[in-house]
């Protein structure tokens, strides 16, 4: 019944290495990409998030691009650290614009 | 200045049992939310209040699941005559606004609950 598709489902990288997430939706009603980090024992919180009039949104070393006539969307994770390490979830936002719908989920681990 | 708060973490119940599992949001915050997380999953919307106003319930997965937020912030989801699948985390987040893409929903760390 997902409605968002998150591949991988497991992701292993070297420090410093880029950590790519993709994620793709159907409903093109959604008008709101978040991606959340969970950590273990954690709840999700907000990592960066789009809107599907730009293409592209950097903050730090996170980067969201976005395809809207792909209906897709992908985290890019520069310099990946240790400490990176965390389950990450891609989400739209449907509805009266407060339902998150989360993908499945990519676990990310960053050797040291 | 907390962050949402759930109680308790942990909850092991015997299959049959009612559960009660509590969220208290961020002060202020007029929207809270419910969403399960299976293990190894993404969280699925249960329910959405706005204030004391239940305005969306389609993701409770049936009737032995219910909410309540009587007062506006305090939260309570209640699970009645649980089964094993209701075995998971039950996250709760709030929200400053009643909506919007820029409302972002701020997420406690959850209540385990296992049933056996």
């Known amino acids: 019944q997902q409605q968002v598709k998150q591949s991988p489902q497991s992701l292993i990288v070297q420090k410093g290495g880029i950590s790519i997430i993709n994620c793709a939706y159907e409903?093109?009603?959604?008008?709101?990409f978040p991606w959340y980090q969970q950590f273990p024992g954690k709840g999700p919180a907000l990592l960066i998030a789009?809107?599907?009039?730009?293409s592209e949104k950097k903050e730090g070393r996170f980067t969201i691009s976005f395809n809207k006539s792909a209906k897709q969307f992908s985290l890019h994770i520069m310099d990946s650290q240790p400490g990176d390490s965390a389950t990450y979830f891609c989400?739209?936002?449907?509805?009266?614009?407060?339902?998150?719908?989360f993908g499945e989920g990519t676990q990310l681990t960053v050797n040291p | 200045g907390a962050g949402v708060s759930q109680s308790p973490r942990y909850k092991v119940a015997k299959r049959g049992q009612d559960v009660a599992l509590r969220c208290d949001p961020i002060?202020?915050?007029?929207?809270l939310f419910w969403y399960q997380q299976a293990l190894g999953q993404g969280p699925e919307f249960l329910t959405y209040?706005?204030?004391?106003?239940?305005?969306?319930k389609s993701g409770l997965p049936s009737d032995r699941f219910f909410a309540e937020r009587p007062e506006g912030s305090v939260s309570t989801l209640k699970i009645q005559r649980t089964q094993q699948e209701d075995s998971a985390v039950y996250l709760c987040?709030?929200?400053?606004?009643?909506?919007?893409?820029?409302?972002?929903?701020?997420f406690g760390a959850g209540t385990r609950l296992s049933v056996l």
């Open positions: 209040f706005q204030n004391e106003a239940q305005l969306d």
């Open positions: 987040a709030s929200s400053l606004r009643r909506g919007g893409a820029k409302n972002i929903q701020y």
């Open positions: 989400a739209t936002l449907s509805g009266s614009g407060s339902r998150l719908t």
């Open positions: 409903n093109t009603a959604f008008d709101y």
């Open positions: 789009i809107r599907p009039d730009v």
């Open positions: 002060s202020g915050h007029v929207s």
